[in-house]
């Protein structure tokens, strides 16, 4: 019980804690600096047979802010310098575009650790800091140096040690894509989550430019404007808006129709571009940038894949707090939002108080919900705030903030994965060990490490007690009253046990075995020595049992004894019936996990319950009972 008891107050000190590393301030970010890394050795002729890193690096230049630093370098067996690192200007896009067509996959070898260490050079900024910087980093391969595997093997060493211990104490950021199973995934891995960045596996070259983008939108996070039903809203703020719409699956390159159509009915497309509007037709995507666009809904005729997005420059920004690329439990994600006017946060609560702050959850299969933020009234300091701890289950999540403000609206999304804990699954796994083994004493002692253990460890002391006391009933007198639910006979003996493994499903059925026994005393001596026999004191305390239950004195303690079985009968058949309410309350802190499950959507990810987690873990009760029904509902939706 006392273990229970601690792990409850660690389940409600959980939200407490998450809300405590929350962080005091939301400020502009600063000054981005994105350095990108490609792979061009000769194995990418089979991985990228297309070559998609050309449109996929054309992207990231003409998606990347203004007047942030940036750099692109290539390596197989040397490192190039392919566009110069700089400020990103017309100049430097253009530059970029230009050289990207110089993207092969000639190098014969697969020097990783040079290419990262050349990029990551000081010099570049005369700077040892690299507190500001995210590095993108594309290969589909190996470390491979010599066609010595030590030589190898002591590089990668090298990368994972001394290398990447001096990026991390620089501060610096890497962001990993593998385009190739066959890529050292292990590597890839480590160098993203040590440094806080995030790892994606491209399954196929099609899937490379979106991988970039996620990337790059979580080193530099986009201002966007979230898209309904094929439009959006651009307000009179807005100095310039990106359309980035990626082609359907199944809607074919080359037959691609699709035409931008402005709030005053004008009609656009690839060829008839209007003034102020470029146009840049890619195999994977179409890129439309409108200079000064005019206010008001503007709508997309086409199809809309998978990534599309809307982007806008203006003076107001919506800013969110960094969202890290995994979370847990233990470590939450804490979640601010605030708006800003140029440089200044907002704090006018007439202003705050027309938006609508929601945050919204997609899983893998699609299902979605969404909370709001302050529905009451607007935060005093101007930040909104919340955090998520616990989610159904284990995977990719996007993470969407929409700021609906009536006349204007802004976006946030990005891709975060839920690490789930390993406790759940371990508990899951011993209940359907505790119930095949109800008569095997070993067995059973295994499938319950907290409640059985404490059962046993007095079981074997007051069957040594009875010999040694040689009074054959009458010590057993008051240790029956003293101890209604754990005297000396077997069959109260069971009932204590049964009391203290109440808990697990599986001794259940062994409280019923020695139930019916007890009704039937000869029946119950006979059954009982075989599960006892093992040990001699035992043995013993069966002989001294037998004529016990023999004498006269045995009806005239009946009426005590009896009150220990009358309430077993009330518990006996509603532990059948309800099986899984035992398995439910072992834990207290398995009900604490599912009720945060339910603040975080177990019903399509509703959200709209997890504002206070303390209260709901008084409320563990109720959700418990209500768990089968919400996975059944989420199985419905599924099929």
Same mark, same amino acid.
């Given at each position: 019980?006392?273990?229970?008891?601690?792990?409850?107050?660690?389940?409600?000190?959980?939200?407490?804690?998450? &809300?405590?590393?929350?962080?005091?301030?939301?400020?502009?970010?600063?000054?981005?600096?994105?350095?990108?890394? +490609?792979?061009?050795?000769?194995?990418?002729?089979?991985?990228?047979?297309?070559?998609?890193?050309?449109?996929?690096?054309?992207?990231?230049?003409?998606?990347?802010?203004?007047?942030?630093?940036?750099?692109?370098?290539?390596?197989?067996?040397? +490192?190039?310098?392919?566009?110069?690192?700089?400020?990103?200007?017309?100049?430097?896009?253009?530059?970029?575009?230009?050289?990207?067509?110089?993207?092969?996959?000639?190098?014969?070898?697969?020097?990783?650790?040079?290419?990262?260490?050349?990029?990551?050079?000081?010099?570049? &900024?005369?700077?040892?800091?690299?507190?500001?910087?995210?590095?993108?980093?594309?290969?589909?391969?190996?470390?491979?140096?010599?066609?010595?595997?030590?030589?190898?093997?002591?590089?990668?060493?090298?990368?994972?040690?001394?290398?990447?211990?001096? %990026?991390?104490?620089?501060?610096?950021?890497?962001?990993?894509?593998? #385009?190739?199973?066959?890529?050292? %995934?292990?590597? %890839?891995?480590?160098?993203?989550?040590?440094?806080?960045?995030?790892?994606?596996?491209?399954?196929?070259?099609?899937?490379?430019?979106?991988?970039?983008?996620?990337?790059?939108?979580?080193?530099?996070?986009?201002?966007?404007?979230?898209?309904? $039903?094929?439009?959006?809203?651009?307000?009179? *703020?807005?100095?310039?808006?990106?359309?980035?719409?990626?082609?359907?699956?199944?809607?074919?390159?080359?037959?691609?129709?699709?035409? #931008?159509?402005?709030?005053?009915?004008?009609?656009?497309?690839?060829?008839?571009?209007?003034?102020?509007?470029?146009?840049?037709?890619?195999?994977?995507?179409?890129?439309?940038?409108?200079?000064?666009?005019?206010?008001?809904?503007?709508? /997309?005729?086409?199809?809309? *894949?998978?990534?599309?997005?809307?982007?806008?420059?203006?003076? &107001?920004?919506?800013?969110?707090?960094?969202?890290?690329?995994?979370?847990?439990?233990?470590?939450?994600?804490?979640?601010? +939002?605030?708006?800003?006017?140029?440089?200044?946060? /907002?704090?006018?609560?007439?202003?705050?108080?027309?938006?609508?702050?929601?945050?919204?959850?997609?899983? !893998?299969?699609?299902?979605?919900?969404?909370?709001?933020?302050?529905?009451?009234?607007? =935060?005093?300091?101007?930040?909104?705030?919340?955090?998520?701890?616990?989610?159904?289950?284990?995977?990719?999540?996007?993470?969407?903030?929409?700021?609906?403000?009536?006349?204007?609206?802004?976006?946030?999304?990005?891709?975060?994965?839920?690490?789930?804990?390993?406790?759940?699954?371990?508990? !899951?796994?011993?209940? @359907?060990?505790?119930?095949?083994?109800?008569?095997?004493?070993?067995?059973?002692?295994?499938?319950?490490?907290?409640?059985?253990?404490?059962?046993?460890?007095?079981? =074997?002391?007051? %069957?040594?007690?009875? @010999?040694?006391?040689?009074?054959?009933?009458? @010590?057993?007198?008051?240790?029956?009253?003293?101890? =209604?639910?754990?005297?000396?006979?077997?069959?109260?003996?069971?009932?204590?046990?049964?009391?203290?493994? +109440?808990?697990?499903?599986?001794?259940?059925?062994?409280?019923?075995?020695?139930?019916?026994?007890?009704?039937?005393? $000869?029946?119950?001596?006979?059954?009982?020595?075989?599960?006892?026999?093992?040990?001699? =004191?035992?043995?013993?305390?069966?002989?001294?049992?037998?004529?016990?239950?023999?004498?006269?004195?045995?009806?005239?303690?009946?009426?005590?004894?009896?009150?220990?079985?009358?309430?077993?009968?009330?518990?006996?058949?509603?532990?059948?019936?309800?099986?899984?309410?035992?398995?439910?309350?072992?834990?207290?802190? $398995?009900?604490?996990?599912?009720?945060?499950?339910?603040?975080?959507? #177990?019903?399509?990810?509703? &959200?709209?319950?997890?504002?206070? #987690? @303390?209260?709901?873990?008084?409320?563990? $009760?109720?959700?418990?009972?209500?768990?089968?029904?919400?996975?059944?509902?989420?199985?419905?939706?599924?099929?």
């Amino acid at each position: 019980m006392r273990l229970l008891s601690r792990l409850f107050a660690v389940f409600l000190i959980l939200p407490l804690t998450a &809300l405590a590393q929350q962080a005091p301030t939301l400020e502009l970010p600063d000054s981005a600096d994105v350095r990108i890394i +490609v792979d061009i050795s000769g194995s990418m002729k089979a991985n990228d047979p297309n070559n998609l890193r050309r449109p996929a690096v054309r992207l990231l230049a003409r998606m990347l802010p203004a007047q942030a630093n940036a750099g692109v370098w290539t390596f197989g067996q040397y +490192v190039n310098m392919l566009v110069p690192h700089g400020k990103v200007t017309d100049d430097w896009r253009g530059l970029a575009v230009e050289r990207s067509d110089e993207i092969n996959s000639v190098a014969l070898r697969t020097n990783l650790g040079e290419a990262i260490q050349v990029a990551s050079d000081d010099y570049l &900024l005369g700077a040892d800091s690299l507190d500001n910087t995210d590095f993108i980093l594309l290969t589909d391969g190996k470390v491979d140096i010599s066609d010595n595997e030590n030589a190898n093997d002591r590089e990668r060493e090298r990368i994972l040690g001394a290398l990447l211990d001096e %990026l991390s104490r620089r501060g610096a950021t890497l962001h990993t894509v593998a #385009l190739s199973e066959e890529a050292d %995934l292990a590597l %890839l891995k480590s160098l993203a989550e040590r440094t806080g960045g995030r790892y994606a596996l491209a399954s196929s070259a099609d899937a490379l430019t979106l991988a970039f983008l996620e990337a790059l939108n979580t080193a530099v996070p986009q201002q966007q404007v979230p898209i309904e $039903d094929n439009g959006f809203q651009v307000d009179g *703020g807005v100095e310039e808006f990106t359309a980035l719409i990626f082609r359907a699956d199944d809607e074919p390159a080359a037959n691609r129709t699709l035409e #931008l159509v402005s709030p005053g009915g004008i009609k656009a497309g690839p060829e008839s571009a209007t003034e102020g509007m470029r146009w840049v037709r890619e195999t994977e995507y179409d890129l439309v940038t409108v200079t000064s666009p005019e206010a008001g809904d503007w709508k /997309i005729i086409g199809e809309l *894949g998978e990534g599309s997005r809307v982007t806008v420059v203006s003076d &107001l920004r919506m800013v969110v707090s960094p969202v890290p690329p995994t979370f847990t439990e233990n470590e939450p994600i804490s979640l601010q +939002v605030a708006f800003f006017e140029e440089d200044r946060k /907002i704090e006018n609560p007439d202003f705050l108080g027309v938006i609508d702050v929601s945050v919204a959850l997609t899983s !893998e299969d699609g299902r979605s919900g969404n909370k709001v933020l302050s529905p009451d009234q607007p =935060p005093q300091d101007g930040i909104y705030t919340d955090a998520i701890t616990r989610l159904p289950g284990a995977g990719e999540y996007q993470l969407s903030v929409v700021a609906d403000g009536q006349t204007f609206s802004r976006r946030f999304s990005t891709v975060t994965r839920y690490v789930a804990a390993d406790e759940p699954p371990v508990i !899951e796994e011993e209940f @359907p060990e505790a119930s095949p083994a109800p008569e095997i004493e070993p067995p059973v002692s295994g499938s319950g490490p907290i409640d059985i253990s404490q059962v046993e460890n007095p079981e =074997p002391k007051p %069957l040594e007690e009875q @010999p040694v006391d040689k009074a054959e009933a009458e @010590p057993e007198m008051p240790a029956t009253v003293e101890e =209604p639910a754990s005297g000396i006979p077997f069959w109260v003996w069971a009932a204590a046990g049964t009391f203290g493994v +109440v808990f697990v499903a599986g001794v259940v059925w062994l409280l019923v075995k020695r139930r019916k026994p007890a009704q039937e005393l $000869d029946a119950d001596n006979d059954e009982e020595p075989p599960l006892v026999a093992e040990e001699s =004191p035992e043995e013993e305390a069966i002989a001294e049992l037998e004529p016990e239950q023999a004498p006269e004195d045995l009806p005239e303690e009946i009426p005590e004894p009896e009150q220990v079985p009358e309430p077993e009968p009330e518990e006996v058949p509603e532990l059948p019936q309800d099986e899984a309410l035992p398995e439910d309350d072992i834990p207290v802190a $398995d009900a604490e996990v599912e009720d945060g499950e339910d603040e975080f959507g #177990l019903e399509d990810f509703d &959200l709209s319950e997890f504002d206070d #987690l @303390p209260a709901t873990d008084e409320e563990s $009760d109720p959700f418990d009972d209500d768990e089968p029904e919400e996975d059944d509902k989420d199985g419905g939706k599924d099929r």
